[in-house]
Antibody, heavy 117, light 112 residues
């Protein structure tokens, strides 16, 4: 059974940093691209970042480019999102999702990141 | 960036009746490999999204056959043949043809 478990969500002050993780199980992690999607309170879904299966290719939304860094450790079956220069508008539930070819087939339960003083 | 416009914003439906959601793209979603990368996801209240349909019309594992997708190029439709109580929530179309990946604004389905 495919499982994706996010962790590391927290309350952070504006300008602060945070790294969230997504632990994967039930599939061969190193064979698949992975992605982060976020959802601000009461809002729709917003794609944040994606990474290729080997970690060699990364992609970012314009709203986070230069502030967020996606990475993965295939030996630990874990996906990461390092977030720097956090702003109030980054407050959201962050979901990781598995990406076979060109769609998101499995999603995690989400990690809440709150940026507030 | 590719913009996806969903209509309607909200759809009150009667149990057992059909429902239809439209998703229009600002440009063609046909990839250079010939496939069209338009998916539909469903999010129940308080739950993470889950995949329903990918590549316009392919139902994901475990998705009931009352859900179907159609369309081509820039215009796509998700249909529910007979709405059940568990179908409430918000439906999003999403394009994965090119980065940045983008979602439609969502359509809320509720029972009358």
């Amino acid at each position: 059974e495919v499982q994706l478990l996010e962790s590391g969500g927290a309350l952070v002050q504006p300008g602060g940093s945070l790294t969230i993780s997504c632990a994967a199980s039930g599939f061969t992690f190193s064979n698949y691209a992975m992605t982060w999607v976020r959802q601000a309170p009461g809002q729709g879904l917003e794609w944040v970042s994606a990474i290729g299966s080997s970690g060699g290719k990364t992609y970012y939304a314009g709203s986070v480019k230069g502030r967020f860094t996606i990475s993965r450790d295939n030996s630990r079956n874990t996906l990461y999102l390092q977030m720097n220069g956090l702003r109030a508008e980054d407050t959201a539930v962050y979901y990781c999702a598995k990406m076979p070819k060109y769609h998101f087939d499995y999603w995690g339960q989400g990690a809440l990141v709150t940026v507030s003083s | 960036d590719i913009v996806l416009t969903q209509t309607p914003l909200s759809s009150p439906v009667t149990l057992g009746q059909p429902a239809s959601i439209s998703c229009r793209s600002s440009e063609s979603l046909v990839h250079s490999d010939g496939d069209t990368y338009l998916s539909w996801v469903h999010q129940r209240p308080g739950q993470p999204p889950r995949l329903l349909i990918y590549e316009i019309s392919k139902r994901f594992s475990g998705v009931p056959d009352r859900f179907s997708g159609s369309g081509a190029g820039t215009d796509f439709t998700l249909r529910i043949s007979r709405v059940e109580a568990e179908d409430v929530g918000v439906y999003y179309c999403v394009q994965t043809k090119q980065f940045p990946l983008t979602f439609g604004g969502g359509t809320k389905v509720e029972i009358k």
